[in-house]
Structures are given as structure tokens and as C-alpha cells.
């Protein structure tokens, strides 16, 4: 009888102690993945500090369009890299630009191929793409950047390091932008700033500030 009893302690004692090793190694699993969580979002907040750290100062007379990105993608895409990146459109809608377009000479080679050298086969019709609060045109095999609102979009100069959103202040935007002349409109809470494309050019991106943080940008051509 009493080693029966005796057995059955040394059952139990021997369940207790599993059952205390797993919980010592579940809080220990645990207390692991709590400080690989802190580990990785410290380490991402030094990274998203040494980004804001690491903006410098833009001096340049312009910015060319190669320098630029908008939602860290290039100024002008192929055609199917844009449909890869903004499969669903919210709307699309093409008409004749009687001024001419950009592509004229961004896209010059490829437009000369298919239309002729003077363009004339060619019927002045540009596509323009509504999608996430952003406007891309398009000739068909390039879409270049057009227009965006800061909510959900955001401008970057590469070289630079520099990432314009909706939080950035007219006063954080002329420290990073310290030649660049701030211009009223016909509003009285809107400003905004140019950045021509290239020395003796008027074509300019162009930003615009509402309430004094940026509100939207574009990038605007003088056509006629």
C-alpha cells in the first residue's frame, strides 16, 4: 500500500515539474519575443530617425525630373510599370491637348517611330489616369507624374533625402528649400513654391501650401 502511495507522489511530482518547466519556458519564449518586439521597433525608430537626420539642404537652380519620386516610384514610368503599380484607376479620361504635350520630348524617339518625325499622324490625344487622389497622363507607353493631394501622397528628391508629406510646414519646407521664394495666391491661406525641371525652362514642380502644411503638388508645363 505504501509504495503504492509512494509511486503515485512521485507521479505527481514528476507532472508538477513538467508542468512548471513548460510554463518557465513559455515565459521565457514569451519575455524573448517582448524584447526581439522592442529590439525591432527601436531599431526601426533609429532608422526612421536617421532618414529625417540624414535630409540635407536643397540649393540646386532646379530639379530634374530623374531626381524625383512620387510614393517612392519614378516621375516617368513605362506603361506597364504604371498599370503594375496603380492597377485600379477611379477614373480615366482622354482628350486632344491642343498645345502639345511633354511627350513630345520626354518620349521623343518612340513618338517619332509611330507618328513621324513632325508628328503628324499623330491626333493629340493624351490619357489622363485619376488614381488615389493622384493624375498621371499618358501617351500610351509612358505615364508621367501630373498631380497629387498630400493626404495619402508623398513627394521625395533622392539626392537629397528629402520626403514632403501633408505634415510638412511652410516653415520646415523653406529650411529645407532656403532659395526658393514663397508666392501668395488668390487665396489667403494658400501658398506655394517652384522648383523649375531644368536651367532654361519654365516647367516647374510646383507645391502648394494650405493652412501652412503642404497640401498638394504637381508638376506643371508651359505649353502655349
Not at 112 to 138: C, R
Request: with cysteine; charged share 30%.
Amino acid at each position: 500500500m505504501k509504495s503504492k502511495i509512494f509511486g503515485g507522489l512521485l507521479i505527481f511530482l514528476a507532472l508538477w515539474s513538467c508542468q512548471k518547466k513548460e510554463k518557465e519556458d513559455l515565459k521565457s519564449l514569451q519575455d524573448k519575443d517582448s524584447l526581439q518586439t522592442i529590439i525591432k521597433q527601436d531599431s526601426l525608430h533609429k532608422e526612421k530617425q536617421s532618414e529625417k537626420e540624414s535630409s540635407k539642404v536643397f540649393t540646386d537652380d532646379f530639379l530634374k525630373i530623374e531626381n524625383a519620386q512620387v510614393n517612392g516610384n519614378d516621375i516617368v514610368l513605362s506603361q506597364e510599370q504604371f498599370q503594375k503599380l496603380y492597377s485600379k484607376h477611379d477614373s480615366i479620361k482622354s482628350e486632344v491637348w491642343d498645345c502639345g504635350s511633354p511627350f513630345e520630348w520626354l518620349d521623343k524617339a518612340w513618338m517619332e517611330k509611330i507618328y513621324g518625325k513632325d508628328l503628324l499622324s499623330f491626333d493629340g490625344k493624351i490619357t489622363t489616369f485619376y488614381t488615389g487622389n493622384a493624375e498621371f497622363i499618358s501617351n500610351n507607353h509612358k505615364v508621367i507624374f501630373s498631380s497629387a493631394k498630400s493626404g495619402n501622397n508623398r513627394f521625395e528628391i533622392r539626392s537629397h533625402h528629402i520626403i514632403l508629406t501633408n505634415n510638412t510646414t511652410v516653415a520646415e519646407f523653406q529650411k529645407l528649400f532656403p532659395k526658393l521664394k514663397i508666392e501668395d495666391t488668390d487665396r489667403k491661406n494658400i501658398q506655394s513654391f517652384s522648383i523649375p525641371v531644368g536651367k532654361e525652362t519654365e516647367d516647374s514642380f510646383m507645391f502648394y501650401f494650405k493652412d501652412g502644411k503642404l497640401d498638394n503638388f504637381n508638376l506643371w508645363w508651359l505649353l502655349c
